[in-house]
């Protein structure tokens, strides 16, 4: 690790442990550094500005109201920002995967040069091969979902049976190549999973649902 990357996680490191102190055995066991190199670090970044109250043996903190510059990023952050960008391009919607450029686009033109180029070049892709994996309904369910507006679906099941449901959109998964809705279903009154590359029929109802217990996502994660 660089130490100019080390010193902006040595920053992030202590605001995130505040109110507490952090000692230099802490953070260099943190990022595989001395001691020794954590004072000297410690030393540089009070007399950069870095508002760092403490000593040598007891722990160091980071004052309120000290934030670091927008957009410096590590180098591991942007290869994580491009392959995620990849990702929503390979199995997203037309939508995400032009908002995703246009994030990334926004983000390049705030870095430094030697940032930029990293962000261009990561050597991390995303490829599906099945194109089912975008299916038209993909648009109208993420945005049910952000809305909360129910769904009614006709679907198909894997033994090719048609079936009627309202449903509760609340989630999208996707499992390789394949991208789960999550739901609750009114017909069933339990939750529900349904492959949108088999949902045949879609139509986004003007009805709307509010979060009620024992039927969010956050409660059929629990129940897994």
């Not at 679906?153 to 991208?179: H, M, N, Q």
Request: charged share 30%; net charge positive.
């Amino acid at each position: 690790m660089r130490r100019a990357e080390r010193l902006i996680r040595i920053v992030q490191a202590l605001r995130e442990a505040a109110p507490g102190a952090v000692t230099a055995h802490e953070l260099g066991h943190k990022f595989e550094v001395s001691e020794r190199t954590i004072y000297r670090d410690i030393a540089h970044l009070i007399g950069s500005g870095a508002p760092i109250d403490g000593e040598a043996g007891v722990g160091y903190v980071l004052r309120p109201g000290f934030d670091l510059p927008p957009l410096t990023f590590s180098y591991e952050q942007l290869d994580a920002l491009a392959l995620g960008a990849r990702l929503v391009k390979a199995t997203g919607d037309k939508d995400l995967a032009a908002a995703a450029a246009e994030a990334l686009a926004k983000i390049e033109r705030a870095l430094p040069d030697t940032h930029r180029q990293r962000l261009r070049s990561t050597p991390l892709f995303a490829s599906f091969l099945d194109e089912t994996v975008r299916p038209e309904a993909f648009g109208p369910v993420r945005n049910a979902i952000a809305n909360k507006r129910k769904l009614r679906v006709v679907y198909k099941s894997l033994s090719d049976e048609l079936s009627k449901r309202v449903i509760r959109p609340l989630a999208l998964t996707c499992f390789g190549r394949v991208w789960l809705l999550s739901a609750w279903c009114e017909l069933r009154q339990d939750f529900r999973h349904f492959r949108t590359d088999r949902i045949e029929r879609l139509t986004v109802l003007a009805e709307s649902f509010e979060d009620e217990p024992g039927k969010r996502f956050e409660d059929m994660r629990d129940a897994a």
